[in-house]
């Protein structure tokens, strides 16, 4: 019904960048918010940063300053600029959407299919 196709991960050394894009599509009446979580092995996964259809952001602490939410409504697109990368950063990341789709005009939670980042020497 929908889908969210994530591209960008990779291998970066620390202090180097990454730009990860979420690409959704389908069934799209709107989307509300969109987000990027991680998950690194071991641990729970956890919201990196969010962004509401008004523009509105907010990030988790650790990375504040260094990674920035943006998102192209016009392309139902979702972006994460990282920078400053450190070794910690090392996750596979997940796009998340609040959408309402065409055919039940409900709020559906979508997830993509993770984007492995590793940040190492």
């Known amino acids: 019904q929908v889908q969210l196709v994530e591209s960008g991960g990779g291998l970066v050394q620390p202090g180097g960048s990454l730009r990860l894009s979420c690409a959704v599509s389908?069934?799209?009446?709107?989307?509300?918010?969109m987000a990027w979580y991680r998950q690194a092995p071991g641990n729970q996964r956890e919201l990196v940063a969010r962004?509401?259809?008004?523009?509105?952001?907010n990030y988790l602490d650790s990375v504040k300053g260094r990674f920035t939410i943006s998102r192209d409504n016009d392309k139902n697109t979702v972006y994460l600029q990282m920078n400053s990368l450190k070794p910690e950063d090392t996750a596979v990341y997940y796009c998340?959407?609040?959408?309402?789709?065409?055919?039940?005009?409900?709020?559906?939670?979508?997830w993509g299919q993770g984007t492995q980042v590793t940040v190492s020497s």
């Open positions: 962004i509401l259809s008004g523009g509105s952001t």
């Open positions: 389908g069934s799209i009446f709107s989307i509300d918010a």
């Open positions: 998340n959407a609040a959408i309402i789709t065409s055919a039940t005009m409900l709020y559906l939670d979508s």
